[in-house]
């Protein structure tokens, strides 16, 4: 909806020198991950992986036959680039209404571009802790109704991504077929204790089997490793750091070293403990030669573990991250690492899903991109377009990117952990 005169009464005031920034701006995930626009070719991005050693080695007698020579084995992971957009609309009239800074809290336009702006970017950090294909929570059964029920294992984290300060606009679908039973409604209101959101529209009927997508995001790759293969979303970190499934177009069943270290309890949540923590860390490293860096997890996971140090009366230090942050820092008893000189971080992120712990090698994720920066389409030379029959003016943000893992081994994910 654009921004109208009527729409805009709530900002218009004689002498108020300030707005007063009400939302969580923070984005800390991609402050961590390198930003790559070298490696882009075309709409994609490609790296080759070392996924096979060579079986041309062995002990032999001193007159012995040498062994057979062999030889070093590769890939190709391909990332397709993902396209993401902010559109903002302002009528003629709130322009002319806004331009003077005692005539209102801010001017119209430039509220507007910084707005869309951190929303975007906030939408781009709930995509890099997704599935890839857009779910942001699953459906229960309701029939004929605006009040959706969703499923009993909807979470905090789903709950407040659905509502995002003030809903947003969703389909309900499967992931085969996204708009299969609403398409384009706003959530009006949500209800974290009955899990159910309540749409605008027409009465919807849904299933077990359908989902809920933010609108236009939901659909999966076909597998082709190219641009517009069905993915909308980035590949994020559930798809990404995972034992099973083709990432980047690389098969784990047909190379088992592309594959992250997963500690699942059949769903059945457990204690969080120093022990599960450090036995997950020492299996990557094993696995990968690297060491792990950032420990990253939802509030009440994060709660958990620092009650837990506190018992075995664990010094909490900080440590400083990327981006002006700080996380606890965390060691692993007896182990000391000659290769990275970086402390291990436990970090609480709000889009993390619940109940869950991922161990991450930050130099070992990417984001791909074709510019650096957000920027405004302004190909016709300007960013400002009028909106054909209509006094308004119009503007559309976008970024070309995807998040994309060097390795996959050098990543791990542990679940079913109760929070505090």
Not at 219 to 244: C, F, P, R, W, Y
Not at 272 to 284: D, F, G
Not at 353 to 374: A, I, S
Not at 386 to 409: F, G, I, T
């Given at each position: 909806?654009?921004?109208?005169?009527?729409?805009?009464?709530?900002?218009?005031?004689?002498?108020?020198?300030?707005?007063?920034?009400?939302?969580?701006q923070e984005f800390f995930l991609l402050a961590q991950?390198?930003?790559?626009?070298?490696?882009?070719?075309?709409?994609?991005?490609?790296?080759?992986?070392?996924?096979?050693?060579?079986?041309?080695?062995?002990?032999?007698?001193?007159?012995?036959?040498?062994?057979?020579?062999?030889?070093?084995?590769?890939?190709?992971?391909?990332?397709?680039?993902?396209?993401?957009?902010?559109?903002?609309?302002?009528?003629?009239?709130?322009?002319?209404?806004?331009?003077?800074?005692?005539?209102?809290?801010?001017?119209?336009?430039?509220?507007?571009?910084?707005?869309?702006?951190?929303?975007?970017?906030?939408?781009?950090?709930?995509?890099?802790?997704?599935?890839?294909?857009?779910?942001?929570?699953?459906?229960?059964?309701?029939?004929?109704?605006?009040?959706?029920?969703?499923?009993?294992?909807?979470?905090?984290?789903?709950?407040?991504?659905?509502?995002?300060?003030?809903?947003?606009?969703?389909?309900?679908?499967?992931?085969?077929?996204?708009?299969?039973?609403?398409?384009?409604?706003?959530?009006?209101?949500?209800?974290?204790?009955?899990?159910?959101?309540?749409?605008?529209?027409?009465?919807?009927?849904?299933?077990?089997?359908?989902?809920?997508?933010?609108?236009?995001?939901?659909?999966?790759?076909?597998?082709?490793?190219?641009?517009?293969?069905?993915?909308?979303?980035?590949?994020?970190?559930?798809?990404?750091?995972?034992?099973?499934?083709?990432?980047?177009?690389?098969?784990?069943?047909?190379?088992?070293?592309?594959?992250?270290?997963v500690d699942s309890n059949s769903g059945t949540l457990?204690?969080?403990?120093?022990?599960?923590?450090?036995?997950?860390?020492?299996?990557?490293?094993?696995?990968?030669?690297?060491?792990?860096?950032?420990?990253?997890?939802?509030?009440?996971?994060?709660?958990?573990?620092?009650?837990?140090?506190?018992?075995?009366?664990?010094?909490?230090?900080?440590?400083?991250?990327?981006?002006?942050?700080?996380?606890?820092?965390?060691?692993?008893?007896?182990?000391?690492?000659?290769?990275?000189?970086?402390p291990k971080a436990l970090k609480l992120e709000r889009?993390?899903?619940?109940?869950?712990?991922?161990?991450?090698?930050?130099?070992?994720?990417?984001?791909?991109?074709?510019?650096?920066?957000?920027?405004?389409?302004?190909?016709?030379?300007?960013?400002?377009?009028?909106?054909?029959?209509?006094?308004?003016?119009?503007?559309?943000?976008?970024?070309?990117?995807?998040?994309?893992?060097?390795?996959?081994?050098?990543?791990?994910?542990?679940?079913?952990?109760?929070?505090?």
């Open positions: 909806m654009a921004l109208t005169f009527s729409t805009a009464q709530s900002v218009l005031k004689e002498d108020y020198k300030d707005l007063i920034e009400q939302l969580n991950l390198e930003q790559n626009t070298d490696d882009v070719d075309g709409l994609r991005a490609y790296h080759a992986l070392h996924v096979t050693r060579s079986a041309g080695v062995g002990s032999r007698a001193s007159t012995g036959t040498l062994p057979v020579a062999g030889q070093q084995g590769y890939t190709q992971a391909y990332i397709p680039m993902r396209f993401h957009y902010g559109r903002i609309q302002v009528s003629g009239p709130v322009i002319k209404a806004m331009l003077k800074n005692n005539g209102a809290f801010v001017r119209a336009v430039d509220s507007e571009m910084k707005g869309i702006t951190t929303d975007l970017k906030r939408d781009i950090n709930r995509q890099s802790w997704g599935t890839a294909d857009g779910v942001i929570a699953t459906c229960g059964t309701t029939t004929a109704a605006n009040l959706i029920v969703l499923a009993a294992t909807t979470t905090p984290t789903q709950m407040n991504q659905l509502w995002a300060e003030g809903g947003m606009r969703v389909d309900i679908g499967t992931v085969a077929n996204p708009v299969l039973r609403a398409t384009d409604r706003a959530v009006t209101a949500i209800d974290t204790a009955a899990l159910t959101i309540t749409v605008d529209g027409a009465v919807v009927t849904t299933a077990s089997t359908d989902r809920v997508f933010r609108t236009g995001n939901g659909g999966t790759s076909a597998g082709t490793n190219l641009v517009d293969d069905g993915q909308m979303e980035l590949t994020g970190l559930q798809a990404i750091v995972a034992a099973t499934g083709t990432l980047h177009g690389v098969n784990p069943s047909t190379y088992p070293v592309w594959k992250s270290y457990r204690s969080v403990s120093e022990n599960l923590i450090n036995k997950s860390i020492q299996k990557t490293e094993l696995a990968s030669g690297k060491s792990i860096g950032l420990l990253l997890c939802n509030d009440g996971v994060h709660r958990a573990i620092a009650a837990d140090m506190r018992a075995m009366r664990r010094n909490i230090d900080n440590v400083d991250l990327k981006g002006g942050y700080s996380g606890i820092r965390w060691s692993v008893a007896g182990e000391f690492d000659r290769k990275s000189k970086e889009d993390c899903p619940n109940n869950k712990l991922f161990g991450l090698v930050p130099g070992d994720l990417v984001n791909y991109k074709m510019h650096m920066n957000f920027e405004w389409m302004e190909e016709d030379g300007a960013i400002l377009s009028r909106v054909s029959n209509k006094d308004a003016y119009e503007a559309s943000l976008c970024q070309y990117m995807d998040m994309a893992a060097r390795a996959r081994n050098s990543h791990f994910m542990i679940s079913d952990l109760s929070e505090a």
